[in-house]
């Protein structure tokens, strides 16, 4: 089993940027696919971008490419969203998980453990 606890949300203007971490504690962070999810008020939790176990392998949903970046750090037990030219839309609770399967999803149900949650607030 595997705990994980996002960071380093906040209210942001329009255009600007974002990081948000995603500590692991627990079994070994490297034996897991990480995800980043988000969920907006009355809204499903939505697909943002997975990574691999070894970070060779990166998948984006076409609402963030271009603007987010995903990476990670197995020394560190942490998993990164760089988000940068943020949006209104991109307001919402975001989500880290990990799925302890080879490849990468963008189903939430296919995720085995979550984070509790960090909200990020984009003004216009």
């Known amino acids: 089993q595997v705990q994980l606890v996002e960071s380093g949300g906040g209210l942001v203007q329009a255009g600007g940027s974002l990081r948000l971490s995603c500590a692991a504690s627990g079994r070994t962070f490297s034996r897991y696919v990480m995800g980043w999810f988000r969920q907006a008020p009355g809204q499903e939790r939505d697909f943002v971008a997975a990574?691999?176990?070894?970070?060779?392998?990166?998948y984006y949903a076409d609402s963030v490419k271009g603007r987010f970046t995903i990476s990670r750090d197995n020394a560190k037990n942490t998993v990164y969203l760089q988000m940068m030219s943020l949006k209104p839309e991109d307001t919402a609770v975001y989500y880290c998980?990990?799925?302890?399967?080879?490849?990468?999803?963008?189903?939430?149900?296919?995720?085995?453990?979550w984070g509790q949650g960090t909200q990020v607030t984009v003004s216009s």
């Open positions: 998980a990990a799925d302890e399967r080879y490849s990468l999803s963008q189903y939430p149900g296919e995720y085995d453990y």
């Open positions: 990574i691999s176990r070894s970070g060779g392998m990166i």
